[in-house]
């Protein structure tokens, strides 16, 4: 996860909060459950994201930015896990193409 940022929520049941989401960005449920509302994706004129339920050790990643709703259902810590900015995975992926073409032949 080099390059990646991470937030960590606690939530104790019941209480709800809105957290601002990137896409590709992981929602993770380290602990407890909650009711994920994610961002409105629409679809036509319906919304396809519709609420979920993830419990611990399930995760959840964001296809559009906006706000989320998390709900807690019981006593929860919630990961927050950016998505790694593009330069970065650039960067990485020419030093790794170097290093498997131009490397080899020194």
């Not at 989401?21 to 602990?31: D, K, N, Q, S, T």
């Not at 296809?63 to 709900?71: P, R």
């Amino acid at each position: 996860m080099a390059g990646q940022s991470m937030q960590t929520i606690q939530l104790a049941r019941g209480t709800r909060q809105f957290v601002p989401v990137a896409p590709g960005m992981l929602i993770v449920v380290a602990r407890g459950a909650v009711r994920l509302r994610p961002p409105p994706g629409w679809l036509s004129d319906a919304d396809h994201n519709l609420a979920r339920r993830l419990d611990a050790e399930q995760c959840f990643e964001a296809s559009t930015g906006g706000h989320a709703e998390l709900t807690a259902l019981e006593s929860t810590e919630v990961l927050l896990i950016a998505p790694e900015p593009f330069l970065a995975r650039l960067k990485t992926l020419a030093r790794e193409l170097y290093r498997a073409t131009c490397a080899r032949r020194t």
